[in-house]
């Protein structure tokens, strides 16, 4: 209360009232009271005189003072209850102020004060619920907006603190709230209360959101009067929807949610854009896909500008929002999936023979799948042909079907039955045809000999294409169709009985099994027609049902023009034209059959080979666009990010939002879609702005994690070397994260960049010191991914380097490198290369010419002795000799670091504790002669042992020199 004693508003009337009694009659001077005299009639009152005292002055600062010195003074009385709730009292009625500036002040010395009245509940009993609480809640209303300002923030700290209890929140806060936002409440209180109210609910919790906070916050959602208050539910409607769950935030908010995203207020969309999130993660993956999914693609594509560079910024965490939980775990080598797989295959295959009796070599296993074997292929397609020649090709695709389900899903059986869907109306002929006698029985047994084995073999070469195709891991393959109906001709001679005897059956059989199975399988199918593959086999199969109406038509007329002639030939004389050739009128029509039949089974397979040979380069395009994990309407509008026509309309830097979310929306999408991102990143990395290439950089090593060693070596390898090669800008990002992406590769390339790690020396500025200190550290953990020939080959120079860098800090950094390589190479039984490594730093820095390079060498033994990288003999032998040579350097700096080394690092090794040898003595004698030594320094760190051992320490003192 000193200060406020100096605040004196009635000081002249004081000075006054001393009237000519202060004259003296000898000196006629007048005797005025000093400053001192106040402040002892200040120091004779009690805490509480003091109070009131100033509390009762008219001058604003006294007041404000005493608002301010509240705690001091609860303090001060703090061990007697009633003078604490003397001092609470004083503060309510201090609080009925006039003076905003007052009443602020005190709004904010109420936290600190309900803290102390919380940690001495004891001494003072419902203290804050009783005098602090009811001011809180009463200036949430004040006609002051910094009053109501402080208030609200001293609010949440409450909450925050949990110093409010429960029960106040629902009696005395929350019906306050909801009388502000009544709607003939002031504007701009209204406002603040709902902004207040949604501020809270994550901390009042979900019950007394859901009764008392959620009714009011949907009227507030719809105020048609204010749009402030609408712009403030939206900007805060995802804590709303984060706190209520999953139910109400659909049944409840989510109507208001799409009025706001509809707003004609842009302010109020913009809000609903940035919340987008925290509104998704609160819903079901299906409201998700069905709901949100189109609201968004409206805000996208809004009339105003703001509001699609809020969507677009919001694009990628939304996108976020559609993974999988259950599928986040990541596999980075394909190994580890591989070896799981194949356990689980293994046991049941052990299963299955249990049951079976049968034996079945389950030793092979694909990426993701087990491939059956070839002779397990043929065998079914032998069972498919004899089903179909039987007369039953239903009965051979359910028994494909039961077979499949015992292979995996891209399982050759699948494309064998795909192939005898396609070859289903040669094999009819062939059916029908052995039914005839004579010649042309043994002819037809011939065709299907013959036809049987093209079809093996047709098959048999879709699966040397297709065995080793990843593109099979994730999806069906596209079936590759041959259609062979070749049929048997002669030399220009056609048995006309035969003719007539086969094609009597052929339409029949083609309109009752071929068409209905392509039906069926295009039925099957086009639930699935978005994906691009099934798409791509759903129009084959309609070009094989297409053609089979075509040749059925052609056959049946030109059939029929034959059964015409021969019937009127064989009126005139049927035995004679059984023994004779077919007539010059026939044989056009018949060879103009065969053709057309030719003609449209060539139509047929090459276009199922165009569609077979482009699949590949058609999907290239469009399975860089389309997967089945989120709607597509999104990803399209993700990837038109990088359209440079967007930061003309959206946003300049709507390339590098594009950058910062990505490795979300690839972990969302999979490893099996990123085909869909490839490009898009391939387009980022090559972006011209270099904040962009930046964000790629400090994050290609989570996206490596992501996408799995095949696809890292791929597709981010040759980017990361492109960075690599960078700004400084962008190099930083790859080198803080060097070691999270080296060890991802496997060795042989992870060798390949023990090249490159020498161009890290070489920077833009070289002044940016803290590049060559991060590469430092980055060395450190790298050690542990190399050999030690490498390590000595390759990192040793760098290292050494840095040891003579201009910047302390880089130096510090080295010097422990140095001594985690002595460690590696000791670790790795390299002795001849430990002890090279050994007799390099002395040469280069003990018999230094410099003394900072001398200094340098006993910082490296100082690190190598408290991080224990070598034995003590080792050390002895080789390093110790060298060391206490130095104690008659000529430089002071060098010998004081010494004496700090010897004194607090080398005599607590056990080595030199517990043991008399010649070591020891040795170092006692140095330390005796460094004791002696003419500098006071030297002397001081000899004789005495200091608190501080660390490095840095020593560094930072003045026997290193700095940058």
Not at 153 to 178: F, G, M, N, T
Not at 523 to 531: A, F, Q, S, V
Request: glycine share 2%.
């Amino acid at each position: 209360m000193a200060d406020l004693s100096l605040l004196q508003e009635d000081l002249q009337e004081e000075i006054d009232g001393f009237g000519v009694d202060d004259y003296s009659s000898e000196t006629d001077v007048l005797i005025v009271p000093s400053a001192l005299d106040f402040i002892s009639q200040d120091e004779m009152l009690t805490p509480l005189g003091r109070l009131d005292k100033y509390a009762a002055s008219e001058n604003i600062f006294n007041r404000q003072m005493v608002a301010r010195s509240l705690l001091d003074t609860l303090k001060a009385v703090s061990d007697d209850e009633k003078d604490c709730i003397a001092v609470l009292e004083r503060v309510t009625r201090l609080a009925d102020d006039s003076e905003p500036m007052v009443r602020a002040e005190l709004m904010e010395q109420v936290p600190h004060i309900a803290v102390f009245c919380q940690e001495n509940r004891p001494s003072i009993p419902y203290a804050f619920s009783k005098y602090l609480l009811p001011i809180v809640v009463r200036y949430l209303a004040d006609q002051n907006n910094q009053v109501r300002k402080t208030s609200q923030s001293a609010l949440l700290i409450l909450l925050e603190q949990e110093i409010i209890e429960r029960y106040d929140v629902e009696e005395k806060v929350c019906p306050v709230l909801i009388d502000l936002t009544a709607p003939d409440s002031n504007d701009d209180v209204k406002t603040e209360a709902v902004a207040i109210m949604c501020k809270m609910a994550p901390m009042v919790g979900r019950d007394i959101t859901e009764r008392l906070i959620l009714p009011r916050f949907c009227e507030m959602c719809c105020d048609s009067r204010m749009f402030h208050v609408r712009k403030v539910c939206a900007a805060n409607f995802g804590d709303i929807c984060s706190v209520v769950g999953q139910e109400a935030t659909e049944e409840m908010l989510l109507p208001r949610f799409f009025q706001l995203c509809s707003d004609n207020v842009w302010g109020v969309r913009k809000a609903c854009a940035e919340c987008f999130m925290a509104v998704s993660c609160a819903t079901a993956q299906e409201t998700r896909r069905t709901k949100l999914s189109s609201v968004f693609i409206n805000l996208i594509s809004d009339p105003s500008k703001w509001v699609r560079q809020a969507a677009f910024q919001s694009l990628g965490p939304f996108i976020s929002t559609f993974a999988n939980p259950s599928s986040s775990t990541q596999y980075f080598r394909e190994e580890e999936l591989r070896s799981e797989d194949c356990q689980k295959s293994m046991e049941n295959s052990t299963s299955t023979e249990r049951k079976d009796n049968t034996t079945a070599d389950s030793d092979t296993c694909g990426d993701v799948i087990i491939e059956p074997t070839i002779d397990d292929f043929h065998s079914s397609c032998h069972v498919a042909l004899e089903c179909i020649l039987n007369g039953d090709p239903q009965r051979s695709i359910h028994e494909q079907d039961s077979n499949s389900e015992s292979c995996d899903h891209t399982s050759p059986c699948e494309q064998c039955t795909s192939a005898f869907t396609a070859i289903t109306p040669c094999v009819e002929v062939n059916r029908d045809s052995r039914n005839s006698s004579g010649a042309g029985q043994q002819s037809t047994d011939n065709l299907n000999s013959a036809q049987e084995c093209e079809t093996i073999a047709a098959v048999q070469s879709i699966l040397e294409q297709e065995q080793y195709n990843s593109f099979h891991y994730w999806r069906t393959p596209i079936p590759e169709i041959n259609i062979d109906l070749e049929l048997l001709q002669t030399d220009k001679e056609v048995r006309l009985p035969d003719l007539s005897e086969a094609a009597a059956p052929y339409p029949s059989s083609i309109s009752t099994a071929t068409r209905k199975e392509l039906e069926e399988m295009i039925e099957n199918l086009e639930p699935h027609i978005d994906d691009p593959d099934v798409k791509a086999q759903v129009q084959v199969l309609a070009a094989a049902l297409r053609a089979s109406s075509l040749d059925l038509q052609e056959e049946t007329s030109s059939v029929l023009i034959v059964d015409n002639r021969i019937e009127s030939e064989n009126s005139a004389d049927t035995d004679q034209q059984q023994r004779s050739s077919v007539p010059t009128t026939v044989v056009p029509l018949i060879t103009e059959t065969i053709e057309s039949i030719n003609s449209s089974r060539r139509r047929l397979q090459s276009y199922s080979e165009q569609s077979t040979n482009s699949s590949f380069s058609a999907a290239e395009e469009g399975k860089s666009r389309v997967q089945n994990i989120i709607p597509q309407a999104l990803l399209e509008q993700y990837l038109s990010m990088t359209d440079p026509s967007r930061a003309q309309t959206v946003d300049t830097e709507i390339a590098k939002h594009c950058a910062y979310s990505l490795p979300g929306v690839a972990l969302t999408l999979g490893r099996q879609n990123w085909h869909c991102l490839k490009n898009t990143y391939e387009t980022l990395a090559s972006d011209i702005q270099w904040k962009v290439r930046r964000t790629l950089a400090f994050s290609i090593h989570e996206l490596a994690v992501i996408l799995g060693d095949h696809l890292t070596a791929a597709d981010l390898v040759p980017i990361f070397n492109g960075f690599l090669k960078d700004l400084d800008e962008v190099r930083i990002g790859v080198l803080k994260h060097l070691y999270d992406f080296l060890k991802l590769l496997h060795f042989e390339k992870r060798r390949e960049y023990l090249y490159q790690l020498q161009e890290f020396l070489v920077t833009d500025n070289s002044r940016n010191w803290r590049f060559r200190a991060e590469l430092a550290q980055q060395l450190i953990l790298l050690l542990e991914l190399y050999s030690a020939t490498d390590v000595y080959e390759y990192l040793r120079p760098i290292a050494l380097t840095l040891c003579t860098d201009k910047v302390s800090s880089v130096r510090w950094i080295s010097f422990k490198l140095i001594s985690e390589m002595i460690r590696k190479l000791h670790c790795s039984a390299s002795v001849p290369l430990m002890i090279n490594f050994l007799h390099e730093l002395i040469d280069k820095f003990c018999c230094c010419s410099k003394w900072s390079g001398r200094q340098t060498f006993v910082f490296i033994c100082q690190a190598i002795i408290e991080e224990d990288c070598l034995p003590m003999d080792l050390f002895a032998l080789h390093l110790l000799p060298h060391l206490l040579r130095l104690a008659s350097d000529r430089v002071p700096n060098v010998r004081v670091l010494l004496a700090k080394t010897l004194r607090q690092t080398l005599l607590d090794k056990e080595y030199f504790l517990n043991s008399s040898n010649s070591d020891q003595e040795a170092v006692e004698q140095t330390i005796m002669a460094l004791q002696m030594d003419h500098d006071s320094d030297v002397k001081y760190f000899a004789s005495v042992h200091p608190s501080n051992t660390k490095i840095a320490d020593d560094a930072m003192s003045t026997t290193s020199s700095t940058y």
